[in-house]
């Protein structure tokens, strides 16, 4: 069974540019978050879709981040202008059900200088 | 608000050397506690799910158990390649979907 695919894996920008990332999530999978998870933290959620709505963007900076679900199933973030506190790594998890566990892509590492 | 925090931050362990791993945990309507593991540029690997106090599972040198307010994550007898990040999340009914929420981890190393 293939995974959850991000890309890119890394990205390296400069203050107050524009960023975006990707996510294919499992097929079949209504739930899908965006996590953010700086250097020695625990993973923060910015935002979950269920199927192609937001069910909770309550910690997501929405004068800087955006993000949307294409047909209930791929995913794009969006950072625009980037902040050097915005360094971090982006991850995006899916899961099928409510109780069942969440999987989770490798990440995309945002560089911001 | 739901609080996860996880003990202590840093563990380091001779190979062999037996421990637990501790989550703690304020959420008001529990649905579920989740163990990850997670290697350096890596994301999150799934461990374990625990639903209700007193529920224990075990995988190879792992075993996790739940009380009403932590979990533990014990490893017997550990390898160099337990080393990694353990991750626990609690999983509460928010605003009409399950929210996951993340404790900061506990970062393990084995010496051999």
């Known amino acids: 069974e293939a995974g959850v695919a991000q890309s890119p894996r890394y990205k390296i920008i400069e203050k107050r540019q524009s960023v975006a990332f990707w996510c294919n999530p499992i097929?079949?999978?209504?739930?899908l978050y965006w996590y953010q998870q700086i250097l020695g933290q625990g993973p923060k959620l910015l935002i979950q879709?269920?199927?192609?709505?937001?069910?909770?963007d309550s910690q997501l900076p929405k004068d800087r981040f955006s993000a949307e679900r294409l047909k209930g199933v791929d995913s794009t973030l969006k950072i625009q202008p980037a902040k050097l506190e915005d360094s971090a790594v982006y991850l995006c998890?899916?899961?099928?059900?409510?109780?069942?566990?969440?999987?989770f892509g490798q990440g995309t590492r945002l560089t911001v200088v | 608000e739901d609080q996860v925090t996880q003990s202590p931050e840093a563990l380091r362990l001779q190979e062999g050397e037996s421990s637990s791993l501790n989550c703690s945990y304020t959420?008001?309507?529990?649905?579920?506690l989740f163990w990850y593991r997670q290697d350096p540029g890596k994301g999150p690997e799934f461990l374990f799910t625990?639903?209700?106090a007193g529920e224990e599972k075990e995988k190879e040198r792992l075993k996790a158990t739940l009380t009403k307010k932590e979990s533990f994550l014990h490893i017997t007898a550990p390898k160099p390649e337990d080393s990694a990040t353990y991750l626990c999340?609690?999983?509460?009914?928010?605003?009409?979907?399950?929210?996951?929420?993340f404790g900061q981890g506990t970062r393990l190393t084995i010496n051999p």
């Open positions: 999340a609690v999983q509460a009914y928010r605003k009409g979907a399950q929210k996951l929420v």
């Open positions: 998890a899916s899961r099928p059900g409510d109780w069942t566990e969440a999987f």
């Open positions: 959420v008001s309507g529990l649905r579920g």
């Open positions: 625990l639903y209700s």
């Open positions: 097929s079949g999978h209504a739930t």
């Open positions: 879709f269920q199927n192609n709505g937001v069910v909770d």
